[in-house]
């Protein structure tokens, strides 16, 4: 997928007299086929700025650009094929509907884009098997663990095959193993299918899978290093902290 270049954006949110800022003009530029990570403190404007991406909400200002379309232009209409076609999202609370099976979950979107029931079908068999969960399907999710539901959570956010998928916190409610399983997916994804990953995390594990890290603070891009480098420092973090000399 070509690259995503971020321009300028602001967002103000208007709650009746109040303004909330929420973006402050980020500035970013995300490489196909690659992992972002993005790490900040609650309120810095994480969520705010996956949405816009998403194509879930409009900025206030500034640009967003895919190859040679810039989305912030899109009329609604195409906002909706956009995030039918482009984009597969991933929640930190997994979003399945509960009176649906694991395979009814991931056929949903694909139904929405109304595909045949023969692609139905085989691309739910596909991706069962991808996220490990082939013999799940028949399963809701209140019967199917934390990192099982994420599992189904992103081979939902996988059916109709975008190449961009973004993921708010998606191991914020799984045990450290589990969470690793999931990012191990992640890496996977990028691997062997070439996907344009952003994963919103306070997973120090992150470094392991992520090609870049950036911070935001107060809605702005303050700071960026390769996952390599991350990975470096958290294990000196980790080595200063358990021999204190
Ligand atoms: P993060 O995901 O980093 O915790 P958010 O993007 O959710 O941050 O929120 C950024 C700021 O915008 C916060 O101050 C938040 O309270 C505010 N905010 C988010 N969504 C809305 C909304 N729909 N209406 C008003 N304020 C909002
Ligand atoms: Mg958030």
């Not at 929405?112 to 799940?136: F, H, P, S």
Request: aromatic share 4%.
């Amino acid at each position: 997928m070509e690259d995503i270049v971020v321009k300028d954006l602001i967002k103000v949110y208007k709650t009746g007299k109040s303004e909330v800022i929420a973006l402050r003009g980020l500035d970013c530029a995300i490489k196909g086929g690659t992992i972002l990570a993005i790490m900040g403190p609650s309120g810095c404007g994480k969520t705010t700025f996956l949405n816009i991406i998403a194509g879930l909400d409009r900025p206030t200002a500034g640009s967003v650009k895919m190859g040679d379309e810039n989305i912030v232009d899109y009329t609604d209409s195409e906002l909706v094929t956009h995030r039918r076609d482009r984009v597969g999202i991933v929640f930190q609370f997994f979003n399945l509907v509960p009176t649906l099976t694991a395979r009814e979950n991931i056929e949903l979107p694909m139904r929405l884009a109304k595909k045949d029931a023969k692609t139905l079908r085989t691309r739910a068999d596909e991706l069962l098997v991808l996220v490990g969960m082939g013999d799940r399907a028949k399963h809701k999710p209140d019967e199917l663990s934390g990192g099982e539901q994420q599992r189904i959570g992103i081979a939902t956010a996988l059916a109709n095959d975008p190449p961009l998928l973004l993921a708010d916190e998606p191991t914020g409610e799984l045990d450290s193993e589990t969470g690793h399983e999931v990012l191990a997916l992640f890496r996977k994804l990028r691997d062997e299918f070439g996907k344009t990953i952003v994963i919103v995390t306070h997973d120090q594990r992150i470094g392991q899978i992520a090609d870049s890290i950036m911070t935001i603070v107060d809605g702005r891009i303050t700071g960026e290093m390769s996952g390599e480098e991350f990975h470096q420092r958290s294990l000196e973090a980790v080595r200063s902290r358990s021999s204190p000399s």
